[in-house]
C-alpha cells in the first residue's frame, strides 16, 4: 500500500477506499430511487445525482492509484452532467 | 515533530471525509424518502453540494500545495456553480410543465377517496402536462 499512515495499520489508502465504497453504495440507492421514481423529473434529478457522485468517486480513485489523470476525467464529468442537466430540462 | 504535522493532517482530513460522507449519506436517505418530487430536490440539492464540497476540500488539505490541489479547486468552484444551476433549472421545468407540488391534506383525501397515494396522481398529472408541452 502506498501513502501515509493514519495510526496502526490503517493508511490513508484505505480511508479513501472505505469513502469510494460509501460513495458507491449511495449511487445505488439513488439508481433504485432513478429506476422506480414516479415521473420523469425524479430520473432527470436521480442522473444528475449519480454524476456528482462520480466525480467525487473519480477523484477518490485518483488519489487511491495516485494517478493524476483522473481529475481531469472529473473535471470534464462535471461540465458533461451540467450541459446534460440542463439540456434535459430545456427541451 | 514533522510525525505530528503529517498526524494533524491526516486526522483533519478524514474528519472532513466523514462529515462529507454523513451529508451524501443524508442526502440520499432524503432522497429515497421524502413524498414529493420538490421535497426529494431539496435534500439533493443542497446535502450533495455541501457534502461533494466538503470531500473535495479534504482532498485538497491531504495533497497538498501542489497542481493537482489547484485543479481540485477549479472542480470545486464548478460545482459551486452548476449544482444550484442546475436544481434551479429542474425545479423551473417541473414548474412550468404544471408538477404541484405536495400537500398533506391532498394526499390524505385522494388515500381515503381512492386508495392510492396522492404522489402518483400528480406524477401522471406531470407527465400528462409534459405530453402536452
Known amino acids: ?91 | 515533530m514533522s510525525d505530528t504535522i503529517i498526524n494533524l493532517t491526516n486526522v483533519i482530513t478524514v474528519l472532513l471525509l466523514l462529515v462529507g460522507a454523513f451529508f451524501m449519506l443524508a442526502g440520499t436517505i432524503g432522497f429515497l424518502r421524502f413524498p414529493d418530487f420538490y421535497s426529494r430536490m431539496h435534500a439533493t440539492g443542497k446535502c450533495d453540494t455541501l457534502g461533494e464540497g466538503l470531500m473535495l476540500v479534504a482532498l485538497i488539505v491531504y495533497g497538498g500545495a501542489t497542481f493537482v490541489s489547484v485543479k481540485i479547486l477549479f472542480l470545486i468552484l464548478f460545482i459551486l456553480l452548476a449544482n444550484p444551476t442546475s436544481t434551479h433549472a429542474i425545479a423551473k421545468a417541473a414548474y412550468d410543465v404544471g408538477l404541484e407540488p405536495w400537500r398533506k391534506l391532498d394526499e390524505e383525501v385522494a388515500w381515503l377517496n381512492t386508495g392510492d397515494t396522492g404522489n402518483s396522481d400528480e406524477s401522471r398529472a406531470g407527465e400528462d402536462g409534459g405530453e402536452v408541452r
Do not use: C, H, Q, W
Open chain 1, 1 to 91: 500500500m502506498t501513502g501515509t499512515e493514519l495510526f496502526g495499520t490503517i493508511g490513508m489508502v484505505d480511508v479513501f477506499l472505505a469513502m469510494a465504497i460509501t460513495i458507491v453504495i449511495a449511487s445505488f440507492v439513488s439508481l433504485y430511487r432513478g429506476i422506480e421514481g414516479p415521473g420523469i423529473f425524479n430520473r432527470i434529478i436521480a442522473v444528475n445525482v449519480i454524476g456528482t457522485k462520480t466525480i467525487v468517486l473519480l477523484v477518490l480513485i485518483g488519489f487511491i492509484y495516485e494517478r493524476p489523470d483522473f481529475f481531469d476525467i472529473a473535471l470534464l464529468y462535471a461540465i458533461l452532467n451540467f450541459i446534460m442537466t440542463i439540456a434535459a430540462t430545456r427541451y
